[in-house]
């Protein structure tokens, strides 16, 4: 019963590509079908930009992984959505965070879990762990992985492809102290790679329900202490940088908490301050859109406030 429920949680990594464009209650959406890219496969891009949005202004830009499911739930596998262009205009209206647009990266049928494993931690694993990883499923006769984990393109597509792209095309602050990277369970683990892989692109990450277990269980798994390791050794600097994490503790997020007790950890130990790190816990509160939706604000002030 158990993995059932989990591999229900995880069906948002099954979504097509040609998913049906959203529409928002708030502010524009430009979209982008099937952006081409050297590293990976291409992809659907979603940008939205605020009410009032000017050529004459410049803007923060947040980059959101799974960005299907971001601003429609008329259009996502469950009905939920973030609420992100809700969310996000009238933090900007309110004057709580700088004004900024949101670039929502969609994922592809299959090769989420693929996309995005940090590689290097997976790298460090023996040979025969990472046999034993590759082998396992999603459901009956469905591997987990479509391919071979390529979190490092993933990364080179946003970093060298992507935002060179949005530079050019809408009026952004393109230094890292206005450049945030954000995203749930998989995607909290992919926006953690991306700020210690890239910490003069990336100024801020948002690590929601982060999926430190990497897969299915929590017994006799080597891959947190391989992400616990991987962080450790690789912290952007705190003088410059900004990170969130949170979690809640039903269903897949039950798995989360004395898991980011040691991230937290490792933070405290690094020198990491409210004022550059923030963890929240979220007692009753599960893993979807939904729960995401309710505190979004949360880290959105965090990262980008005035």
Request: with cysteine; charged share 25%; net charge neutral.
């Amino acid at each position: 019963m158990q993995y059932k429920i989990l591999t229900s949680i995880f069906m948002f990594a099954t979504l097509m590509v040609n998913a049906q464009e959203a529409k928002v209650t708030t502010g524009k959406i430009q979209h982008f079908a099937n952006f081409k890219s050297e590293y990976v496969e291409s992809r659907n891009i979603d940008v939205w930009v605020p009410n009032g949005y000017s050529n004459k202004e410049k803007y923060a830009v947040l980059y959101m992984h799974d960005g299907q499911m971001l601003f429609d739930a008329t259009t996502t596998w469950n009905k939920q959505e973030w609420e992100a262009d809700e969310t996000a205009g009238r933090l900007i209206e309110q004057g709580k965070t700088k004004k900024f647009i949101i670039v929502g990266i969609s994922n592809i049928n299959g090769m989420r879990h693929s996309e995005f494993f940090p590689q290097k931690p997976f790298e460090s694993l023996p040979q025969a762990v990472q046999d034993t990883i590759y082998n396992i499923d999603k459901d009956k006769g469905r591997p987990l992985f479509g391919g071979k984990i390529s979190s490092d393109n993933y990364l080179k597509f946003i970093v060298t492809e992507l935002k060179p792209f949005i530079d050019k095309n809408f009026s952004t602050k393109t230094d890292a102290a206005n450049t945030v990277i954000a995203g749930s369970s998989m995607g909290g683990l992919i926006s953690m790679y991306a700020i210690c892989e890239y910490p003069d692109v990336f100024g801020g990450a948002a690590c929601i329900s982060t999926h430190w277990p990497g897969t299915w269980s929590l017994k006799n798994n080597p891959i947190p202490q391989a992400f616990f390791d991987y962080f450790k050794n690789h912290l952007p600097s705190k003088e410059n940088h900004k990170i969130y994490f949170d979690c809640g503790d039903q269903d897949l997020d039950k798995m989360y908490p004395r898991l980011q007790k040691r991230v937290d950890y490792i933070l405290n130990e690094a020198g990491f301050t409210d004022e550059n790190w923030m963890s929240r816990f979220f007692g009753g509160k599960n893993h979807s859109e939904k729960a995401w939706a309710e505190r979004l604000h949360i880290p959105l002030e965090f990262l980008l406030k005035k």
